[in-house]
């Protein structure tokens, strides 16, 4: 089945710095990516959309400069974290839609567990 | 976005069948119902999709009435194993590459020895 590649699993950062995570769709091409972020015993909430070769749409207060995203191929997406604080510190999702339509589904990665100290 | 509602929580043991009904007024024609499977620390796993009537896979079958306004996961002899949160979305079919799923609470089920 299809299969999106998350890394890394689990990064622990500086107050300050900046993370990339990365989301690798393996065996489909994945013209939409999107991007969840979920708290402890929350849902996931859904951060924004990157379509391949285009601009990332953001969800309503997700701040597009600090939460870059790209998606410069149909098999890969990042997403980097810029100047992050302890209140980034989440577990972050990608999801891939698989191109052939929607029979096809949505396929997650397996979440990249953040903590900034 | 059609809204769906299910509990926020169940508990079974094992051996039992699980029934998980999510209401989901609002959907419209073009819709599908579909259901994910969360651990904790994972991301969430595809379970079952339907459109109406009923789905069965290997792992799960989907009831949809005939107003589609609500369905039902039903898993059948659960074990320790499917202790996870579950949960039902509602996705536009539409050719657009902005089909988005967006997640409602999910229902916590607990499966007991």
């Known amino acids: 089945g299809a299969v999106v590649s998350q890394h890394p699993s689990r990064v622990i950062c500086k107050s300050g710095t900046s993370v990339k995570i990365e989301c690798r769709s393996l065996?489909?091409?994945?013209?939409?990516m999107f991007w969840y972020r979920q708290f402890p015993k929350q849902s996931l909430m859904l951060m924004a959309t990157?379509?391949?070769?285009?601009?990332?749409?953001?969800e309503q207060g997700v701040e597009k400069d600090k939460f870059l995203i790209n998606h410069a191929s149909l098999t890969l997406s990042t997403l980097t974290v810029t100047s992050a604080h302890p209140e980034d510190s989440s577990f972050y999702i990608c999801s891939g839609r698989d191109n052939r339509g929607l029979n096809y589904g949505y396929t997650f990665g397996s979440g990249t567990r953040l903590t900034v100290v | 976005l059609a809204k769906t509602t299910q509990p926020i929580s169940m508990d079974s043991y094992e051996g039992q069948e699980v029934n998980i009904t999510c209401s989901h007024n609002?959907?419209?024609?073009?819709?599908?119902i579909t259901w994910y499977q969360q651990f904790p620390s994972q991301g969430p796993r595809f379970i079952i999709q339907?459109?109406?009537t009923k789905v069965t896979n290997e792992v799960a079958s989907l009831f949809i009435p005939a107003d589609r306004k609500s369905s039902t996961l039903s898993l059948p002899r659960v074990s320790l194993s499917d202790t996870a949160v579950y949960y039902c979305l509602v996705v536009m079919n539409y050719g657009g590459a902005t089909n988005k799923l967006i997640f409602g609470t999910g229902t916590l089920l607990a499966v007991q020895p």
């Open positions: 339907g459109y109406k």
């Open positions: 065996d489909f091409q994945a013209t939409t």
């Open positions: 609002n959907i419209a024609t073009n819709d599908y």
């Open positions: 990157s379509n391949e070769g285009s601009k990332a749409t953001y």
